[in-house]
């Protein structure tokens, strides 16, 4: 069983290098080849399923509550668990009752259902997982997935649901958590459910992906479903101008409000312990970088800018389940090799198992999204949720499409 997984981790990590360009020889470009001819047919399918939504032969549905779709048109790494986190922790600041509606990917299946009772004391059906309903966290990173586990500790008086189903997470938020606010968590390709406001995240430093769509490349939807925007929040600027980038924007979508943020780290914190140290403390130390994101570069670029020395990096795929046998095999390369921390992301932090052996403290860059241009566009869209009662009226799809 090892062994097998073993060989299916390897085969997800070549075929990452594959689509980033990075595997060579004759392996990997006839690989390319046929993950082209496949992109063809996913583009057309893409198509089809737009169409079917715009025509309304595929239903939407529309649950008479603010819905708030936060996603993007790649395959991650464009930092979009930190902004859900900002924009829910406004939006609760400002009286609203938030919900975020997440799929949980690559969370396992319960061992026993949830019982939640309504208030007449009968238990309700057909419940999505309830991470937390705002005031008790009632899963871990297993059954919740990483992101969500994340949200819902980070984010008191905010329900998180997971569930493939969101039309399903949305009706009990709405019905038995008295959300009047719902974020759908990587929302842009969700359509069953209808969204007032679509807001798509654009990482600067990788905008497009690799330029193709999947699965040779990592973009969902082609550049021209950025029109369907109604906000564009442009991630990881890293304090450098955008008017290239939003130049490029402009050509799909010439009426979005854009809002430029970076990702900013805040602190270290030391996964088994808590312990909190400033980030003066990477100052010439030597360090390991153990990740398992879309796109562990730039976490990896942001612990050097801070003044560590990488001695070591390990990367693993998106959302890979650590277990023990990595973590000590890994943290026991790091003693040998003298590293004085193993640095992480918070995401992957929530996926440690504590090593028997803890030769070499182990820590995670706490991240903070920090607006650089637009802050008058974040505002006002803010006060555009918060101000309303009822959602806004949906724009016929023929115009989004």
């Known amino acids: 069983m090892l062994a097998m997984k073993s060989r299916m981790d390897e085969f997800a990590e070549w075929g990452t290098e594959v689509v980033f360009g990075r595997a060579h020889g004759f392996r990997a470009w006839m690989m390319r080849c046929v993950l082209r001819f496949a992109s063809f047919f996913f583009f057309l399918l893409v198509k089809i399923r737009l169409f079917l939504f715009k025509k309304r032969i595929k239903t939407v549905h529309y649950l008479g509550t603010f819905v708030i779709s936060v996603g993007n048109i790649t395959a991650g790494g464009t930092g979009k668990t930190p902004v859900v986190e900002l924009l829910a922790h406004t939006l609760t600041a400002r009286g609203r009752k938030c919900a975020i509606l997440t799929r949980g990917y690559k969370s396992a ?48 008086g905010v329900a998180v649901l997971v569930d493939k189903d969101r039309v399903k997470s949305g009706i009990f938020a709405i019905e038995q958590l008295g959300s009047n606010t719902l974020i759908l968590d990587d929302g842009m390709q969700y359509m069953k459910l209808r969204h007032e406001l679509d807001i798509v995240l654009v990482d600067c430093g990788f905008p497009f992906g690799t330029g193709a769509l999947l699965p040779r490349g990592t973009m969902r939807e082609p550049r021209s479903s950025l029109k369907r925007a109604s906000y564009i929040i442009l991630t990881k600027s890293g304090g450098k101008p955008q008017g290239d980038l939003i130049s490029t924007i402009r050509r799909y979508n010439n009426v979005a409000d854009i809002i430029v943020t970076d990702h900013r780290p805040a602190y270290l914190e030391n996964i088994f312990t808590g312990e909190r140290r400033p980030l003066s403390f990477l100052k010439d130390k030597y360090v390991a970088c153990l990740s398992g994101i879309a796109r562990p570069e730039s976490f990896e670029c942001l612990v050097e800018e801070l003044g560590a020395r990488i001695e070591i990096r390990r990367r693993y795929p998106d959302h890979y389940w650590f277990d023990q046998e990595d973590l000590e095999k890994f943290v026991e390369r790091c003693a040998d090799r003298a590293m004085d921390l193993i640095v992480t992301t918070e995401k992957d932090a929530v996926r ?42 949906m724009p016929e799809w023929g115009d989004v499409l």
């Open 109 to 156: 299946d319960l061992e026993k259902p949830q019982v939640w009772l309504d208030e007449r004391g009968h238990k309700v059906k057909r419940l999505p997982k309830i991470a937390s309903d705002g005031k008790t966290r009632y899963l871990g990173p297993l059954h919740a997935g990483d992101e969500p586990f994340m949200l819902a500790r980070n984010l008191d």
């Open 352 to 393: 440690f198992l504590k090593p028997d052996e803890m030769d070499v403290p182990i820590y995670f860059l706490r991240i903070r999204i920090s607006i650089e241009q637009g802050q008058e566009n974040w505002d006002r869209m803010i006060d555009r949720i918060c101000d309303l009662s009822e959602p806004q009226p």
